[in-house]
């Protein structure tokens, strides 16, 4: 497992890139904040909602803004694997050593995965169905209630082991 | 002046969150900071959507209640801004970057009070309406300076070449996507046109069908 992660998690040429342009690391850090900030903005009006904030909200009407949330994971996943792939350029670290080495990483790896998993339970256990139907100032179900709980829980210690990464400890 | 920054640098309350190796320092200041901002910008750049009408589904009046969380956000931010800036306020002080980040976020706070003011003035419009120039005005002001902020903020740590080759790569994306964007409205507006005036020309067939 260990050669076939050293061989596909170091890309040469997101290297070259950030090697040869210097504002390309700066540029997508911001990027990656950009997407935090839209992803956190949409998911969390929606966690806020089910919660019972902002009730006035038809849950529907909130949906509309997924596709933006979307946009900006999309954006965090993007920029994020350039970090990854390109970190070699940046620290003179191989990327399967910070992964393997720094806690805070695979913390936040972990909890991206497990906000993942809580958003496939919320759609397979039929919650986003039945909070579809919910017109202003009705209550959402507790379940939907503890998915949207769980999911700002989530998104926020995603944000918190992101900040704790470049404290980590790497063992080359 | 300098023996004064000198002295806030070295206290004892921002050299203990500068070296001490525990998470709780340093990097969970960091991490408030970027809870703040995450709920600050995220969250009024939802009623800048709406307000904008890219999102016309979203009842605007609703929108208001979000603005405490956004005032809390503000303050997480401008707390821990001023701690992080203790830390390091020489160097931060004589880097024309952290000045450009600030000016950023006074724009955008000034042009988020005034978006609030020109949405929510009237109580009693309609949820659907489409909110007025005036608003849209500042939702766009709002949200450049929001991107300068958070651009300012990543590159204060660069060196001040990198700086210049970042904001000229921000300039020229900026006016490519500004074009494109043109491009897909005034082509959108055109489509919408045409369908328009197929649904008249076909409801006035109708209508003549219908006297014959």
């Known amino acids: 497992m260990e050669p076939f992660l050293r061989y596909w998690m170091r890309w040469p040429s997101v290297e070259h890139l950030i090697y040869r342009y210097l504002w390309v690391w700066g540029v997508c850090q911001s990027l990656h904040f950009v997407g935090m900030a839209l992803l956190i903005g949409t998911v969390g009006i929606l966690d806020l909602r089910l919660l019972g904030m902002a009730k006035q909200f038809p849950v529907a009407a909130i949906k509309k803004l997924i596709p933006w949330g979307v946009f900006g994971f999309v954006l965090c996943l993007a920029t994020g694997l350039l970090f990854i792939t390109g970190i070699y350029a940046n620290v003179n670290i191989h990327p399967y050593v910070v992964l393997k080495s720094d806690v805070f990483l695979q913390l936040k790896l972990f909890f991206v995965v497990l906000a993942g998993v809580n958003l496939l339970l919320f759609y397979v256990t039929g919650m986003s169905k039945a909070v579809d139907r919910l017109e202003a100032g009705e209550e959402a179900p507790p379940l939907a209630k503890f998915f949207a709980g769980a999911s700002l829980f989530l998104w926020i210690a995603v944000m918190y082991f992101a900040r704790l990464i470049p404290s980590g400890k790497f063992q080359p | ?212």
């Open chain 2, 1 to 212: 002046m300098q023996e004064f920054l000198e002295s806030i640098e070295n206290s004892g309350f921002s050299s203990y969150l500068r070296e001490t190796p525990s998470v709780l320092g340093y990097s969970t200041v960091l991490a408030l900071h970027t809870f703040g901002m995450a709920f600050l910008v995220g969250l009024s750049g939802v009623i800048a959507l709406r307000v904008l009408g890219i999102v016309p589904e979203l009842p605007l009046k609703p929108l208001k209640k979000l603005m405490p969380i956004i005032i809390i956000g503000f303050w997480v931010n401008a707390v821990t801004g001023v701690i992080l800036t203790t830390l390091a306020i020489r160097s931060l002080l004589a880097n024309w970057d952290f000045y450009v980040k600030l000016a950023a976020i006074v724009v955008a706070i000034v042009a988020l009070t005034k978006m609030r003011h020109a949405a929510f003035a009237d109580p009693n419009v309609a949820d659907d309406t489409p909110a007025s120039a005036d608003a849209r005005r500042w939702a766009k002001l709002m949200l450049l300076s929001w991107f300068l902020a958070v651009l300012g903020g990543r590159l204060t740590a660069y060196a001040t070449y990198i700086r210049i080759q970042s904001a000229a790569a921000v300039a020229v994306a900026a006016i490519l996507l500004v074009l494109l964007a043109n491009i897909l409205v005034r082509r959108s507006r055109s489509t919408a046109a045409a369908r328009r005036a197929s649904l008249a020309t076909a409801g006035s067939t109708r209508k003549l069908e219908a006297r014959v």
